[in-house]
T-cell receptor, first 112, second 115 residues
Framework: AQKVTQAQTEISVVEKEDVTLDCVYE???????LFWYKQPPSGELVFLIR??????QNEISGRYSWNFQKSTSSFNFTITASQVVDSAVYFC?????????FGAGTRLAVHP | NAGVTQTPKFQVLKTGQSMTLQCAQD?????MSWYRQDPGMGLRLIHY???????DQGEVPNGYNVSRSTTEDFPLRLLSAAPSQTSVYFC??????????????FGPGTRLTVT
């Protein structure tokens, strides 16, 4: 079965705290891709990152970083020094073949 | 370049009514898809299309029909609306799937309420 689990339903932090959003996936495919999307309060979906199953290097983009560990089937997302503008719902997704399978999302609230 | 557009933005239907949610993209993308977003369930794939004339079912296709007569348009039809179809609907498009898979572009969403 193909599945994405985001166990954290809601996270609340104070500005400047670091926060990690967890993503655990299940797939039997040897080649697959993982994604993170952000959905701000305005409702649109914003692509953040794509990662393939053969590349386990961590990636950093500004205050965002991603930790991919194939051994634990996890693709966690960390925001360093969070800001109020980071408040959103974040979705992790798995891509087998022609479909994107989304997790349920984690709602992040960053308070000033 | 408008990207992916969806109409209407909001819609209220009575149980049993039918309607069509419109989706159009101007990026010449081969792949288009419809998702519904429900609280606590993320986005679930309803139907998708890999090109004009080709459609296939996703995870939750029941109660919905699609067709793809042109590259640009991918309408979603609700045949007989039910309260369980109350949701936010997103249309997405991308270049044909390949490796690495291209980024999907999402429309702004249609919020549908069925009473």
């Amino acid at each position: 079965a193909q599945k994405v689990t985001q166990a954290q339903t809601e996270i609340s932090v104070v500005e400047k705290e670091d926060v990690t959003l967890d993503c655990v996936y299940e797939t039997r495919d040897t080649t697959y891709y993982l994604f993170w999307y952000k959905q701000p309060p305005s409702g649109e979906l914003v692509f953040l990152i794509r990662r393939n199953s053969f590349d386990e290097q961590n990636e950093i983009s500004g205050r965002y970083s991603w930790n991919f560990q194939k051994s634990t089937s996890s693709f966690n997302f960390t925001i360093t020094a969070s800001q109020v503008v980071d408040s959103a719902v974040y979705f992790c997704a798995l891509r087998p073949l022609n479909k994107l399978i989304f997790g349920a999302g984690t709602r992040l609230a960053v308070h000033p | 370049n408008a990207g992916v557009t969806q109409t209407p933005k909001f819609q209220v239907l009575k149980t049993g009514q039918s309607m069509t949610l419109q989706c159009a993209q101007d990026m010449n993308h081969e792949y288009m898809s419809w998702y519904r977003q429900d609280p606590g369930m993320g986005l679930r794939l309803i139907h998708y299309s890999v090109g004009a004339g080709i459609t296939d079912q996703g995870e939750v296709p029941n109660g919905y029909n699609v067709s793809r007569s042109t590259t640009e348009d991918f309408p979603l039809r609700l045949l007989s609306a039910a309260p369980s179809q109350t949701s936010v609907y997103f249309c997405a498009s991308s270049r044909a799937f390949g490796l690495p898979p291209p980024e999907q572009y999402f429309g702004p969403g249609t919020r549908l309420t069925v009473t």
